[in-house]
T-cell receptor, first 110, second 112 residues
Framework: EDQVTQSPEALRLQEGESSSLNCSYT??????LFWYRQDPGKGPEFLFT???AGEEKEKERLKATLTKKESFLHITAPKPEDSATYLC???????????FGQGTELSVKP | DVKVTQSSRYLVKRTGEKVFLECVQDMDHENMFWYRQDPGLGLRLIYFSYDVKMKEKGDIPEGYSVSREKKERFSLILESASTNQTSMYLCAFSSGNTGELFFGEGSRLTVL
């Protein structure tokens, strides 16, 4: 069964304190790993798609990396506006649906 | 930017009422989805559709139905709302075969 586990559940950082969020997955035939950002009371906003181990993608202070078992979302010198819940999802061969993790709630204090 | 518009951001309904949640996309995308999101349970797929008049059950279809009469509109229907259907409902579309989902703003439904 396809499964996604995100850790930690919550992360508190000081402004400028770099860190990483983890997304561990098991999937039959990875067809894509997706990262989303979700602000309170709003729909998830698409950030990145990664398709194969070794692939990396960057956007401003965010960098996503992928191995055969997990993905990391690295946040460099975060700012308070980076505070949000970050969701990870995978798409496998089983019907092509996205399977979402529970999310990591990130809080960045000034 | 492509947009997904959900008709109501906040709704309050009574147990037993029929509820319609509407979702409209402004491009010609075929694949549309309805999810619900609950604390501790994450995003769960209710129904999806790959074309007009076509629908497929997701992981939690019980108590819900959908309608897709036109390509741009995908409606979620609660035939008889119950308190355990209080949730955030999210509509999404996917573009081509890449799999990325693009979500609407969400509809927060409270059933009393």
């Amino acid at each position: 069964e396809d499964q996604v586990t995100q850790s930690p559940e919550a992360l508190r950082l000081q402004e400028g304190e770099s860190s990483s969020l983890n997304c561990s997955y098991t999937v039959s035939g990875l067809r894509g790993l997706f990262w989303y950002r979700q602000d309170p009371g709003k729909g998830p906003e698409f950030l990145f798609t990664l398709y194969s181990a070794g692939e990396e993608k960057e956007k401003e202070r965010l960098k996503a990396t992928l191995t055969k078992k997990e993905s990391f979302l690295h946040i460099t010198a975060p700012k308070p506006e980076d505070s949000a819940t970050y969701l990870c999802a995978v798409r496998g061969n089983q019907g092509g649906k996205l399977i979402f993790g529970q999310g990591t709630e990130l809080s960045v204090k000034p | 930017d492509v947009k997904v518009t959900q008709s109501s951001r906040y709704l309050v309904k009574r147990t037993g009422e029929k509820v319609f949640l509407e979702c409209v996309q402004d491009m010609d995308h075929e694949n549309m989805f309805w999810y619900r999101q609950d604390p501790g349970l994450g995003l769960r797929l209710i129904y999806f559709s790959y074309d007009v008049k076509m629908k497929e059950k997701g992981d939690i279809p019980e108590g819900y139905s959908v309608s897709r009469e036109k390509k741009e509109r995908f409606s979620l229907i609660l035939e008889s709302a119950s308190t355990n259907q209080t949730s955030m409902y999210l509509c999404a579309f996917s573009s081509g075969n890449t799999g990325e989902l693009f979500f609407g703003e969400g509809s927060r439904l409270t059933v009393l």
